[in-house]
């Protein structure tokens, strides 16, 4: 069983940064696909950017909505999972959840491929 805590939600003006964390306990983190996917009010909850393998050969994926402005990444020592997020706009306001996959099976960008999530954490943005 992983449990999985965000942290880092806020409110930004549009061009701002903020750093989400997630939190991972419960299993060795580095044996799992981690993603970060947000859902905006009234809207379906929709990928954001994952990390595949091991820490040390891990392989980033982005939406295109977000590459170029994000940055995922974790840190080993303290089994934390971080999106660093530049450039804010309006239309990145939403709730930001931290998920694992227990195998690499399934679509990276498919919620439905991840087994744990987070409780998300609330972003933001306005112009």
């Known amino acids: 069983q992983v449990q999985l805590v965000e942290s880092g939600g806020s409110t930004v003006q549009s061009g701002g940064s903020l750093r989400l964390s997630c939190a991972a306990s419960?299993?060795?983190?580095?044996?799992?696909?981690m993603g970060w996917f947000r859902q905006a009010l009234g809207k379906e909850r929709e990928f954001v950017a994952a990390?595949?393998?091991?820490?040390?050969?891990?392989?980033?994926y982005y939406a295109d909505s977000v590459k170029g402005r994000f940055t995922i990444s974790r840190d080993n020592a303290k089994n934390t999972l971080y999106l660093q997020m530049n450039s804010l706009k309006p239309e990145d306001t939403a709730v930001y959840y931290c998920?694992?996959?227990?195998?690499?099976?399934?679509?990276?960008?498919?919620?439905?491929?991840?087994?744990?999530w987070g409780q998300g954490t609330q972003v933001t943005v306005s112009s």
């Open positions: 998920a694992a996959a227990a195998s690499s099976s399934g679509s990276y960008t498919d919620g439905l491929s991840y087994d744990y």
């Open positions: 419960g299993h060795p983190f580095n044996t799992y696909r």
């Open positions: 990390l595949r393998g091991s820490w040390n050969i891990g392989v980033a």
